[in-house]
């Protein structure tokens, strides 16, 4: 089925603040705060808070958003119309309990642009929420859209069938948590989009590309695999409005040759404490101490241990730095204006370099 309308026009007419290369920031939990999402919708793009992953009654995480997205309504007036507040919420769904009691009426009440939701135990755990975000827009006028990120095509197949509205592409090449078993854009994105193209839906969802993109040329190179703009984790934590500590800014200016410096495993998380995300997923981070000493032979005990005794002194040298392939590019902390200002003149360039290629 050929497409009649322009994918790009469907972004810009959902989130008409927006400029283009339509480019969001990832809902990087304790990352993506208020003032990084605010300063990537000031400049043009979708800013994404990172909502958390505790749904509970008692859930701090959703007390947070509440208060952030109030603070946020303060901050974004000016291109914030009455009916929706211009930033996404991102939350991480292996332990959905909660989610339609809790968090559906906070973000109705501030009435965000976009949900984006990641990581369920089963793909099949999204169907109630995306129905529960679907009953109370219908009921309210509520214009929001359903975002899932996705790193198989069978995961991609799935969300279409459940009726997201932007797909989410999460090639390996991404830092932070992934998809344990699965393709780089080259390939994953092409095979999503045909997809989407051959589906019924092919002219109400829009497809964002993930993992390693860190400039105007890894833009491109997205837009022509067939997403219809780009989503940057990493780029985004080495900018001056990013609340992560100078240290994990710094590691990801220092790292080179990203596909050697950077390993995607289960260990980081073990290292940390924080193995709770299930079996299919992984992640991908700056090989640190703890990482060398494993392949060292040293037992996770050891390494808990250390990990534990640093973090009680304050001493960060075995903190985990998530981060993707692309951080031998990255070299220098900028603020968000001027990243998405380069990455749009950038992106230009790399057309006009490609054109004369062909
Ligand atoms: C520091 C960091 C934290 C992340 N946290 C989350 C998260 O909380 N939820 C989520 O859906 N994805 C998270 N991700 C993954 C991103 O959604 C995205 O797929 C990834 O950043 C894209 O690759 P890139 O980092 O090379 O740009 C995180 C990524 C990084 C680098």
Redesign the pocket.
């Known amino acids: 089925m050929a497409s009649k309308g322009l994918p790009e026009r469907l972004l810009k007419r959902w989130f008409p603040h927006t400029t283009t290369p339509f480019i969001a920031n990832?809902?990087?939990?304790?990352?993506?705060d208020c003032r990084l999402a605010g300063a990537v919708t000031t400049a043009g793009g979708l800013g994404f808070i990172?909502g958390g992953f505790d749904f509970g009654p008692e859930s701090t995480q959703l007390a947070n958003l509440d208060a952030t997205l109030t603070k946020a309504h303060a901050e974004l007036g000016s291109i914030a119309s009455i009916q929706t507040l211009p930033i996404g919420i991102?939350f991480?769904t292996f332990t959905p309990t909660g989610f339609e009691d809790h968090a559906v009426a906070i973000l109705e009440k501030h009435r965000v642009a976009a949900v984006?939701l990641?990581?369920p135990k089963s793909d099949a755990d999204h169907q109630p929420l995306i129905k529960a975000i679907h009953k109370v827009q219908s009921k309210s006028h509520w214009d929001v859209k359903i975002f899932v990120?996705v790193g198989t095509v069978q995961s991609a197949k799935v969300a279409l069938e459940q009726g997201v509205d932007v797909l989410?592409v999460?090639g390996v090449?991404?830092?932070?948590?992934?998809w344990a078993q699965g393709a780089s854009l080259m390939s994953l994105l092409p095979e999503v989009r045909d997809l989407v193209s051959k589906s019924a839906r092919v002219d109400d969802v829009a497809i964002l590309a993930?993992?390693?993109?860190?400039d105007g040329r890894g833009c491109v190179a997205a837009l022509g695999l067939g997403a219809d703009g780009i989503?940057?984790?990493?780029?985004f934590?080495a900018t001056s409005e990013c609340p992560?500590p100078l240290s994990m800014k710094e590691s990801i200016i220092a790292a080179t040759d990203g596909g050697v410096s950077t390993v995607k495993t289960t260990k980081h998380d073990v290292f940390q404490s924080t193995d709770v995300f299930p079996r299919q997923y992984d992640g991908r981070a700056i090989i640190g101490i703890s990482y060398n000493e494993f392949e060292s032979g040293a037992s996770d005990e050891g390494i808990i241990q250390r990990y534990n005794e640093a973090r009680e002194k304050g001493d960060d040298h075995r903190r985990t730095v998530?981060?993707?392939?692309?951080v031998g590019v990255i070299d220098k902390i900028v603020s968000v204006e001027e990243l998405v200002r380069s990455i749009q003149q950038e992106a230009k360039l790399a057309v006009a370099r490609a054109m004369e290629m062909i």
Not at 210 to 214: F, L
């Open positions: 990832a809902p990087m939990f304790g990352f993506a990172g991102g991480i984006w990641s990581f990120q989410v999460q090449d991404a830092g932070g948590h992934q993930a993992g390693g993109i860190v989503v940057m984790g990493t780029r934590i992560a998530w981060a993707g392939t692309g």
